[in-house]
């Protein structure tokens, strides 16, 4: 079955300092992979995704993604954090194993950038 | 105004009561999708539709039905509430994945429900 995984639920990062939040997946065949923002009172916004080619992929707001095929992963990376950035963050996978072209989402990570 | 439109964005019920959540969108996308989502637990599919012809079950479905009124429009019922669909529900949409395509998912604000 394909999962993904965001196996931490926070992260503190200090204003100015790299960031990265995690995510590892399982997929049966190509993935498919996504990061969405949630900020207090909204909806998920679409940041990057990652269908082939580069592994490093650029995103809204200065955000990059590494995808890596040998250890399944495709974490979040900005290379200098703000306080805005504090929200929650979703990694996410489209199923292909059904079928029906469905997405799976990971339980989300919630990013605190201290001033 | 926004892509994705819920309604209501917030509503308290008591237990036994009907309850519908109507989302409309103006992207022109075909595909609809209605999630879940509650602490801790991620975002869970409820219910998602490819066509006004097609209505598909998610994860989650027993104790809500969706109707696909049109290409634009998908609502969410829940017949009878009971105090543990208390959640903040998500309308999506997304093109199909093809052709250049790469069928990201375009949120609406959310509802919250809460039921007593």
């Known amino acids: 079955a394909q999962s993904v995984a965001q196996p931490e639920d926070q992260v503190n990062v200090a204003e100015g300092n790299p960031l990265t939040v995690k995510c590892t997946y399982s997929?049966?065949?190509?993935?498919?992979l996504f990061w969405y923002v949630q900020y207090p009172n909204r909806g998920l916004q679409f940041l990057l995704k990652?269908?082939?080619?580069d592994n490093l992929v650029k995103g809204s707001y200065g955000f990059e993604a590494e995808f890596n095929k040998s250890q399944t992963s495709f974490h979040l990376k900005k290379p200098s954090a703000l306080v805005s950035d504090s929200a929650l963050y979703f990694c996410?996978?489209?199923?292909w194993g059904s079928g029906t072209y469905k997405y799976i989402f990971g339980t989300g990570t919630r990013l605190k950038v201290l001033a | 105004d926004a892509d994705v439109t819920q309604t209501p964005r917030n509503r308290i019920t008591k237990t036994g009561k009907r309850i519908m959540l109507e989302c409309s969108q103006t992207?022109?996308?075909?595909?609809m999708y209605w999630y879940r989502q509650d602490p801790g637990l991620g975002l869970r599919l409820i219910y998602y539709s490819f066509d006004v012809k097609d209505i598909n079950k998610g994860e989650i479905s027993d104790g809500y039905s969706v109707s696909r009124q049109a290409q634009a429009k998908f609502s969410l019922s829940l017949e009878s509430a009971i105090p543990n669909q208390t959640a903040l529900y998500f309308c999506?949409?997304?093109?199909?994945f093809g052709q250049g395509r790469t069928g990201e998912l375009f949120f609406g604000e959310g509802s919250r429900l809460t039921v007593l």
């Open positions: 992207k022109g996308h075909d595909r």
């Open positions: 999506a949409t997304s093109d199909y």
């Open positions: 990652y269908i082939t080619g």
């Open positions: 996410a996978v489209r199923d």
């Open positions: 997929v049966s065949g190509n993935p498919y």
